[in-house]
């Protein structure tokens, strides 16, 4: 049974990946209208999944065109395409600004805060990043180590660790 585990994470991963992926492209239509107070409570939802994929993203110090596809792939998923595309690069350098800010480090603290109260949203954000951070050649050494640090501070058993960096390793083979 362990051995089909693995294969089925995969597969998780790669729909996820492809998802987002196949989401970032240009939207030939504008967002669909939503009252401002349900768009600030969904960003406010959102916004630490997609701070932790900005983090996994900018850990080597670039963000490829690929990867901002990635990132607002996630922002119109998780937001079922309520934000605008102002709206999404605002985030995107509000996450910018705030690991300059702040440091890597500390950001993680934040947002581990933030997801280790519920184990199906930590869980979620672990899959989210390693989905968008396997979109470009793989998941790197840096985009890793910002993934087990994560997985670290929310809890996250070595074992789960391994098998969700296993089958994203598998996937870039």
């Given amino acids: ?6 294969a089925m994470a995969n597969k998780r991963i790669e ?5 987002l992926l196949a ?3 240009p939207m030939p239509t504008a967002p669909r209208n939503v009252a401002s107070s349900e768009l600030s409570a969904l960003s406010a939802r959102i916004r630490p999944f997609a701070e932790v994929m900005y983090l996994v993203l900018a850990a080597d110090e670039v963000l490829t065109e690929r990867e901002r596809d990635v990132l607002r792939g996630a922002l119109r998923s998780l937001s079922d395409g ?7 690069d605002e985030m995107l350098e509000d996450f910018r600004r705030a690991r300059a800010r702040d440091g890597i480090e500390l950001r993680l ?3 581990a805060s933030a997801l280790c109260v519920d184990r199906t949203d930590a869980r979620l954000a ?3 990043a390693t989905a968008a ?11 890793e180590a910002v993934i087990r640090a ?6 996250v058993s070595r074992s789960e660790m391994l098998e969700l960096l296993d089958g994203a390793q598998r996937l870039a083979q």
């Avoid at 049974?1 to 693995?6: E, Q, Y």
């Avoid at 951070?133 to 985009?143: K, N």
């Avoid at 994560?150 to 809890?155: A, C, F, K, S, V």
């Fill in 1 to 6: 049974m362990g051995k089909h585990v693995p």
């Fill in 15 to 19: 729909h996820l990946r492809d998802k």
């Fill in 23 to 25: 989401r970032g492209q």
């Fill in 82 to 88: 309520a934000l605008s595309s102002t709206a999404m």
């Fill in 109 to 111: 603290d934040f947002l």
């Fill in 126 to 128: 672990l899959r989210l």
């Fill in 133 to 143: 951070a396997d979109a470009d050649h793989g998941v790197g050494p840096e985009e």
């Fill in 150 to 155: 994560l997985g670290e501070r929310l809890g």
